[in-house]
């Protein structure tokens, strides 16, 4: 059983930043690609950004290339998203999940919720 634990959420203001963490259950990153979804309300699950610990490629949506950034930190076992230059759309609850694609998770966190508002 994968564990994983979302941390980071809260309210900023458009152009802001904030740094989310997922903190993953001992050598989930050796078998799973960990990816960042969100979910807006009556919007459905999407992906934001994927890495694998493998090879360290990575993937953003279109909509955050340029203002997101994914890392993984081995030694804390732990994947984190910079997120830049936030913008009320990016308001959603985040999640961190095994796989990059919404059909491929096996393990969802519970989620942390990021506000953009003024």
């Known amino acids: 059983q994968v564990q994983l634990v979302e941390s980071g959420g809260g309210l900023v203001q458009p152009g802001g930043s904030l740094r989310l963490s997922c903190a993953a259950s001992?050598?989930?990153?050796?078998?799973?690609?960990i990816g960042w979804f969100r979910q807006a309300p009556g919007k459905e699950r999407e992906g934001v950004s994927c890495?694998?610990?493998?090879?360290?490629?990575?993937y953003y949506a279109d909509s955050v290339k340029g203002r997101f950034t994914i890392s993984i930190d081995n030694a804390k076992s732990t994947v984190n998203l910079q997120m830049t230059m936030l913008k009320p759309e990016d308001t959603a609850v985040y999640y961190c999940?095994?796989?990059?694609?919404?059909?491929?998770?096996?393990?969802w966190g519970k989620g942390t919720l990021v506000t953009v508002s003024s």
């Open positions: 001992e050598f989930a990153l050796d078998y799973y690609a």
């Open positions: 890495i694998s610990s493998s090879d360290g490629s990575t």
């Open positions: 999940a095994t796989g990059c694609t919404v059909l491929a998770v096996h393990y």
